[in-house]
């Protein structure tokens, strides 16, 4: 158990809805990273939080947005969803904001787009 | 950008026999390189990381890798592995320095016969 926590675990949904999928980091950690992976295009870094601020941005769709909150939670939100879009979305903390800091990650939450 | 080239999607082997895991890095600067492994179902969980310093890295579980930067490489290597070995690896590059932004090989699946 690395401590992150991400809910829900799986989230089946229709094309053109709206999700929020939610993380909770370690004790501490102050930075949070959001990953997607997919058969098609592997792991991907998306973006990364550190004390509320957004610190570095990746491959991140328009229609996808996140933030952290004053309690360090973590949120992503996907909108007019796609069947592409159907994933595996990690978040992972560290404490730092860079990655010389050891990433924990959460186990995921798996999205289906029907 | 960087990009990172996992020479092997599956590696077989057998149990107790030593396994490497071929990683290339394409990078105009200077990086940082990680291994991370993924069990069946499970978030991802760092195995070692180069930072600077000692070219030969050592991780958790027998693991260890050695950065060559002439040939832009980050070989992931185990002595004599156990079934408990099996998991998809990934190796990860993020440049040192602005906002750090990890980028992830398609991984390995190393599998571990009796």
């Known amino acids: 158990d690395s401590g992150v926590t991400q809910t829900p675990k799986h989230l089946i949904t229709a094309t053109g809805q709206r999700v929020t999928l939610r993380c909770s980091p370690r004790s501490g950690d102050l930075s949070v990273y959001w990953y997607q992976q997919s058969l098609d295009q592997g792991l991907q870094f998306l973006i990364q939080y550190y004390n509320g601020e957004e610190r570095a941005k990746g491959n991140i769709l328009e229609r996808f947005s996140a933030q952290q909150f004053p309690d360090l939670h973590s949120e992503l939100n996907l909108s007019s969803l796609e069947l592409g879009d159907s994933a595996l979305y990690f978040c992972?903390?560290?404490?730092?904001?860079?990655?010389?800091?050891?990433?924990?990650f959460g186990p995921g939450t798996r999205l289906t787009v029907t | 950008a960087q990009s990172v080239t996992q020479l092997d999607s599956q590696v077989p082997v057998f149990e107790e026999a030593p396994v490497e895991l071929r990683c290339n890095y394409s990078?105009?600067?200077?990086?940082?390189l990680f291994w991370y492994v993924q069990y069946p179902n499970q978030g991802l969980q760092l195995l070692l990381k180069y930072l600077s310093g000692s070219t030969l890295v050592k991780g958790i579980n027998g693991f260890e890798a050695e950065f060559n930067k002439s040939q832009t490489s980050f070989h992931l290597r185990k002595p004599s592995v156990h079934i408990s070995d099996t998991a998809e690896y990934f190796c990860?590059?993020?440049?040192?320095?602005?906002?750090?932004?990890?980028?992830f090989g398609q991984g390995t699946r190393l599998t571990i016969n009796p």
């Open positions: 990860a590059v993020s440049d040192m320095g602005g906002a750090q932004k990890l980028v």
């Open positions: 992972a903390s560290s404490v730092g904001q860079t990655l010389t800091y050891e990433q924990y």
């Open positions: 990078s105009s600067v200077s990086v940082y």
